[in-house]
């Protein structure tokens, strides 16, 4: 067994090179029991090695250091040492022990969420991902872990700039969980509802042998924020649903099914009377404010209906119709609706007359052009990157032995398709 000391020489002098971070690396992996059992004395071992230059090595020795009870001043030394090799270290040598550079990079996030500083930990996290990342296609087990730091420090747009890649290559299931759910919250944050409703989607479409709690949450919040949205909500999920999720989900997310059944006979007085009676539910899910926003949306939703019935409209009509206190909340929600483009629609001052209007969008202009171009470009891309996943499915060794065992269970040519003989 090397001493410490013999280590550090080592990673000082076989760091310069491939081959030489190669041998390093064999000589590290024998060392990692000695090293753990070292761990309180290696700190300041660090102080010997540069973390861009050393930093297989230096991931080594930092390892062992974020074992164990960790206080918050014991965090407030390992916080910035940690920050500071995530940013300068090496990306080809700290892939040469992921799971190591994981284990760090979680421990680092509980530190700064110990010292109630969420966001020291963004920007060193993002890093983490880029280094650790083999492409933007890749999801790692850091992802879930720097979204959450994003939604404890509100940092949504920091948020995005890894919610908007495209995700093909998973290694475990709850990673992916975790990283739709929490990306979803992120874009209920910043109230693009329609990318927060495909997130959640895919979290409580997503296979599982059994229901799990954050498909369970993913569950209720796809149910508020489809209410918000679409104005509805259909218990029916689609097909390709696990069989766990189609039988567990409804009986853990029964309050919200009756939310969502109010909502849908257009009462806000009955509606506002069931969240008062749930509202401890509600709240003790975190789920309030989500809630206080169907609530709303629901006045949206039958303004949105006035306009299908009516072509002019006073702003007190709309306010008793829709069940509003008086024309000026009608007109403030009239405002917004046309501000979001939910409606089209023109408010004469002087006489307090609303007059809706058709959907200007012509869709011949420049702006419009490009954009279905770029939708039908990604469609093209996506139908090319499914073949080559189908192609190579196909070849897979273990999903042909799987399906062959599936086939001869159902395979119909063992059967007699015309019946030779009836027993009457």
Excluded: W
Aim: glycine fraction near 4%.
């Amino acid at each position: 067994m090397q001493s410490v000391e013999n280590l550090v020489t080592q990673i000082q002098g076989l760091s310069s090179s491939a081959s030489d971070i190669s041998v390093l690396h064999n000589f590290l992996k024998a060392a990692d029991d000695s090293l753990r059992s070292e761990s309180p004395r290696l700190l300041p071992f660090l102080d010997q090695l540069d973390p861009s230059k050393h930093s297989l090595g230096y991931l080594y020795f930092l390892e062992p250091c974020v074992y164990g009870t960790i206080t918050k001043e014991r965090a407030n030394t390992l916080v910035p040492i940690i920050t500071r090799f995530i940013t300068s270290c090496a990306a080809e040598q700290i892939r040469l022990a992921p799971e190591k550079f994981i284990t760090v990079c979680r421990r680092f996030k509980e530190q700064v969420m110990l010292l109630e500083v969420p966001i020291r930990g963004v920007g060193p996290l993002l890093t983490s991902i880029h280094k650790i990342q083999a492409s933007t296609e890749h999801l790692t087990a850091l992802h879930p872990e720097f979204l959450q730091l994003c939604l404890l420090s509100k940092c949504y747009k920091t948020g995005l700039s890894v919610l908007e890649d495209d995700i093909y290559e998973i290694n475990q299931p709850r990673d992916f969980f975790l990283y739709c759910y929490y990306g979803g919250m992120i874009f209920i944050g910043q109230k693009r509802f329609q990318k927060a409703l495909e997130l959640l989607h895919n979290v409580v479409t997503a296979p599982m042998p059994t229901i799990n709690a954050i498909a369970c949450e993913a569950y209720k919040k796809y149910i508020l924020v489809s209410l918000i949205h679409h104005g509805q909500f259909s218990t029916n999920l689609p097909k390709y649903t696990s069989s766990a999720a189609q039988r567990n989900l409804k009986n853990f997310c029964q309050s919200y099914i009756e939310l969502a059944n109010s909502y849908n006979s257009g009462k806000v007085a009955e509606l506002e009377t069931y969240v008062r009676v749930n509202r401890e539910k509600f709240e003790s899910d975190n789920n309030l404010g989500l809630v206080k926003q169907v609530i709303s949306s629901m006045y949206k939703r039958n303004i949105q209906r006035l306009t299908q019935t009516y072509l002019t409209l006073s702003l007190q009509d709309i306010a008793n119709i829709v069940q509003l206190n008086n024309p000026k909340e009608a007109e403030m929600h009239v405002l917004q609706m046309i501000q979001d483009g939910q409606i089209y629609a023109t408010i004469n001052q002087k006489d307090g007359m609303v007059r809706f209007l058709e959907d200007p969008e012509q869709y011949k202009t420049c702006e419009m052009i490009e954009h279905i171009d770029s939708s039908i470009q990604r469609i093209m891309a996506l139908s090319k990157k499914l073949t080559a996943m189908d192609e190579l499915l196909s070849c897979d060794h273990l999903y042909l032995a799987k399906a062959g065992r599936e086939r001869q269970r159902f395979d119909f040519d063992d059967f007699d398709t015309v019946p030779q003989k009836f027993n009457i």
